[in-house]
């Protein structure tokens, strides 16, 4: 299934989500490779199966295979950190949070992509789950590499619009 398919295959309550694909997938703030290993870590992470397709479509012509698997790394390391972190923040107590968590993450040494692109694919993901511990670290490590906040907004458009369109899946699967 092709992206086109996808937005087309959309209902007409989920208008928006059609309009906001179409201009985010035509957005000029962000790389090529940041834009689409975006859109393709955001909807691994939702785990939404006609989404992943149909991105993964659209980003093989875009992305080499090692940024795809880069992408497939920041939504797998994202997946492990946002339940390990937010759970520790979210916990009364706070000695937790100044332990080693013990897991290995060697992922968020991307060498396969600039760590700009991974960083920005993390903080996706991490809006994408919800985790705001995650969401300041990303930021705040893109921010030392002076990534401006209009391309931190842009990603996180990325990581609203595809939780929005697994939200219209998942409804028009569940509905009789």
Known sequence: MSLQSLRDALPAYAADQKHNLITLSEEQLLSEQQKWGCFLACAYATGQARLIAALESEASARLTPAA??????????????????????????????GQQPGLAMTALSQKDVDKIDFELWALAVSAVRQCGVCLNVHEAELHKRNVTLERVQAALRIAAVISAVAAVIAIESAAP
């Not at 795809?68 to 920041?74: F, L, P, Q, T, W």
């Open 68 to 97: 795809r698997n880069a992408a497939k790394s920041a939504a797998t390391i994202m997946a492990m950190n946002t339940v390990y972190y937010s759970a520790v923040n979210q916990l009364n107590n706070h000695d937790y949070r």
